[in-house]
């Protein structure tokens, strides 16, 4: 099972930056992030396969990068721009290959929060 250790995070005013890492602990086809507001369902922030491809969710196009550091299995989430509606709890994900089946393996999250 791929372990993921997240950092980043934290407090920032609207307006500003932050940075989210997420380190897998074995090699991985497509990893991203997540968030989920209380009340709301869990979404999809970023995403990005191990060939470099991106995808993002429409509330964060233009606003956030993703980009994976294949040789440490490190995927990365810039931030910019953030809004009050940003604050969640943002969970690393990644997609891996047993050899035989594709299992998903979950960070265990870290809080975002966007205020003034």
């Known amino acids: 099972q791929v372990q993921l250790v997240e950092s980043g995070g934290g407090l920032v005013q609207p307006g500003g930056s932050l940075r989210l890492s997420c380190a897998a602990s074995?090699?991985?086809?497509?990893m991203g992030w997540y968030r989920q507001a209380p009340g709301k369902q869990r979404e999809l922030v970023a995403a990005?396969?191990?060939?470099?491809?991106?995808d993002y969710g429409d509330s964060v196009k233009g606003r956030f990068t993703i980009s994976l550091d294949n040789a440490n299995n490190t995927v990365y989430l810039q931030m910019n721009s953030l809004k009050p509606e940003d604050s969640a709890v943002y969970y690393c994900?990644?997609?891996?290959?047993?050899?035989?089946?594709?299992?998903?393996?979950w960070g265990q999250g870290t809080q975002v929060t966007v205020s003034s």
């Open positions: 074995e090699s991985i086809n497509t």
């Open positions: 990005i396969t191990r060939g470099g491809r991106p």
């Open positions: 994900n990644a997609v891996f290959s047993t050899g035989y089946e594709f299992r998903t393996a």
